[in-house]
């Protein structure tokens, strides 16, 4: 009866290694377009690398708020500050000289560049200028995507980059990407667009012609007044000679994409030089779609698990996810089921987990969509038969001896 039993083991044991090898193929026949790769974090604390150079020199930019104070320009040595916003064209307005260019100036160099306006028309002596910031432009821009807290933020003007962007938005999100897009849209700089030149007709004021029209030196007064509050295409009142006016016309082109990888290490020279953000960019933070693993066959707890995208699952981790292998027959075989990248068939790789439990190379690393299966062969059956006989033999063997 033994040699039968122990025939019995040794034929099952050959049969369910022919068939566990039948149709598949081993780890070192891998080909390496389906090696998986361990993945490459992008974790916030990379974007340490990506800082764009600082500077200690204030410069002036549209949008930013200045006090100016030029002496004896309202009394005797007496000099007040007023604030002034810089146009979007770099220029401030300023009483006497008109518009001035202060845009990518220091505050010193706005201070000369101003001195000398007021000097060389002689319209002040020897004038004391002094320039300060009182607030900078902000820069609205929109983090969606891959990062802790997407939405809207509101940047220093001088320092609105795409990684004060990122931080503002609380860093990365484990299954971010590599890949960031800034979706910024071009505006055209406004143009003037000929209007319909004007005319009383009784008290109504109507267009007639579309030409273009230029001020007079004729409008003054009440007229003056009244053209500047008016609208060219509204009826009001006329009082004496009318002023047209002329319309500004902003056009808008298509959004321009700027693709950016984190990981591409010319973009990454790109972005620590400083790559400025615009007033309105939106900013889309890219985010792995990974798909989960699945364990079946002989192991405790069979299902489907997730794929952390920021390290590398292999075959055993992922059988002990599952509860480990069935105690009774201790099964010591596998297959991973893998796709092609072409998605043409599936490959088939056997796994022998008493190797890979010994070296790296047969425990290998999984891809998304991979499924591992503990299969059930005729050694680990005739173990658990072994198993359920001794525990049936050893429990009759102490029952009468017991008392069970």
Not at 72 to 101: F, H, K, M, S, T
Not at 107 to 127: D, F, G, H, M, W
Not at 245 to 250: D, K
Not at 295 to 305: A, D, K, L, S, T
């Given at each position: ?27 070192s ?32 930019g ?9 002496s ?5 040595n ?26 990518n ?24 200028v ?43 999100l ?47 007064g ?9 609208s ?8 004496g ?20 990888d984190?990981t ?61 292998v ?10 991973v ?22 070296s ?45």
């Amino acid at each position: 009866m033994r040699r039968l039993m122990l025939l019995l083991s040794v034929v099952l044991a050959l049969t369910g290694c022919m068939s566990w090898r039948s149709g598949t193929i081993a780890t070192s026949e891998l080909q390496p377009q389906l090696q998986a790769k361990a993945p490459s974090p992008i974790s916030a604390l990379q974007l340490a690398n990506l800082g764009a150079p600082v500077t200690s020199r204030v410069v002036i930019g549209p949008g930013d708020l200045l006090d100016i104070s030029v002496s004896n320009l309202a009394g005797e040595n007496q000099g007040y500050p007023v604030p002034v916003r810089v146009g979007d064209d770099g220029c401030v307005q300023l009483p006497l000289v008109g518009p001035i260019i202060v845009n990518n100036l220091t505050l010193p160099e706005a201070e000369q560049t101003i001195y000398v306006q007021y000097s060389c028309q002689e319209i002040l002596k020897r004038p004391q200028v002094v320039v300060s910031l009182r607030e900078t432009h902000k820069v609205r821009v929109y983090v969606l995507g891959g990062v802790k807290n997407p939405g809207m933020y509101e940047l220093n003007g001088k320092e609105a980059d795409l990684l004060s962007a990122l931080v503002s938005a609380g860093g990365l999100l484990p299954d971010a990407s590599s890949a960031v897009d800034i979706r910024r849209r071009v505006v055209v700089q406004p143009t003037r667009a000929p209007t319909d030149q004007l005319h009383t007709a009784g008290n109504q004021v109507t267009p007639t012609s579309l030409q273009r029209a230029s001020p007079t030196a004729e409008t003054t007064g009440t007229s003056q007044a009244t053209a500047q509050n008016s609208s060219p295409y509204s009826a009001q009142p006329a009082v004496g000679p009318v002023q047209p006016s002329v319309a500004l016309r902003t056009q808008t082109a298509d959004a321009t994409l700027i693709h950016m990888d984190l990981t591409n290490e010319k973009d990454k020279l790109t972005i620590a030089g400083g790559l400025s953000l615009r007033n309105g960019d939106v900013i889309s933070v890219g985010q792995q779609r990974i798909s989960p693993i699945y364990v079946v066959g002989m192991v405790n707890r069979p299902g489907e698990f997730p794929l952390p995208p920021d390290r590398a699952i292999r075959v055993l981790e992922a059988i002990g996810l599952a509860g480990g292998v069935d105690r009774a027959s201790l099964p010591d075989k596998a297959v991973v089921m893998r796709q092609r990248p072409n998605q043409s068939d599936v490959v088939t790789i056997r796994i022998d987990l008493d190797k890979a439990k010994r070296s790296i190379g047969e425990n290998i690393i999984l891809m998304p969509g991979d499924l591992v299966s503990v299969e059930e062969t005729a050694m680990s059956y005739a173990r658990s038969i072994f198993r359920g006989a001794f525990r049936l033999g050893l429990g009759a063997t102490l029952a009468p001896s017991y008392g069970f």
